[in-house]
T-cell receptor
Framework: GAVVSQHPSRVICKSGTSVKIECRSL??????MFWYRQFPKQSLMLMAT?????????EQGVEKDKFLINHASLTLSTLTVTSAHPEDSSFYIC????????????FGSGTRLTVV | QKEVEQNSGPLSVPEGAIASLNCTYS??????FFWYRQYSGKSPELIMS????GDKEDGRFTAQLNKASQYVSLLIRDSQPSDSATYLC???????????FGKGTTLSVSS
């Protein structure tokens, strides 16, 4: 079945530094990647949608200069949290749509980011 | 703004009972509906998808959809302690667009 590998699973960084999160589709081509953020006891909130080779589309209230998304290939998408602050601490999850997976999407395993 | 509403719970049922989870959505043009299960600290896993009005059964799970009422439900028969988790309802408009999630209902099954 379709698998999305997300790394790292956990990361702790200092305030002001940047963190990169990678999502790789292992056995299919991810034409679209959705990036979500989940705070404790909250739902998954869509941050942005990226299509391979195009600029990401960000949801209202999400700073595009702070959350840099790159989707340069059909198997790799990255989210970089720049100048991280404690309020960016959250669970970040990617979700990939392939060329043929037109029903449910495949989720990565998530990244727990803690900014200290 | 597209919204998906769920009762946050917790919903507590004894082992072997039927658990009923409900979800309403605001966008009338929504076409696809999903139920995900999420354990604490883990990524959501797909339980069921449903696209047309009526019931869809898969093992102990039954999804029900009523587009006129903008209502989706999930029934879990013979609930097991391992079913204890948060259940997320997700809705999608056109194929290829993002899933919009509800806040989830926490289910607790006691043995």
């Amino acid at each position: 079945g379709a698998v999305v590998s997300q790394h790292p699973s956990r990361v702790i960084c200092k305030s002001g530094t940047s963190v990169k999160i990678e999502c790789r589709s292992l056995d299919f081509q991810a034409t679209t990647m959705f990036w979500y953020r989940q705070f404790p006891k909250q739902s998954l909130m869509l941050m942005a949608t990226s299509n391979e080779g195009s600029k990401a589309t960000y949801e209202q209230g999400v700073e595009k200069d702070k959350f840099l998304i790159n989707h340069a290939s059909l198997t790799l998408s990255t989210l970089t949290v720049t100048s991280a602050h404690p309020e960016d601490s959250s669970f970040y999850i990617c979700s990939a749509k392939g060329t043929t997976t037109n029903y449910g999407y495949t989720f990565g395993s998530g990244t727990r980011l803690t900014v200290v | 703004q597209k919204e998906v509403e769920q009762n946050s719970g917790p919903l507590s049922v004894p082992e072997g009972a039927i658990a009923s989870l409900n979800c309403t959505y605001s966008d009338r043009v929504s076409q696809s509906f999903f139920w995900y299960r999420q354990y604490s600290g883990k990524s959501p896993e797909l339980i069921m998808s449903i696209y047309s009005n009526g019931d869809k059964e898969d093992g102990r799970f039954t999804a029900q959809l009523n587009k006129a009422s903008q209502y989706v439900s999930l029934l879990i028969r013979d609930s097991q302690p391992s079913d204890s988790a948060t259940y997320l309802c997700a809705v999608r408009g056109q194929a290829g667009t993002a899933l919009i999630f509800g806040k989830g209902t926490t289910l607790s099954v006691s043995s």
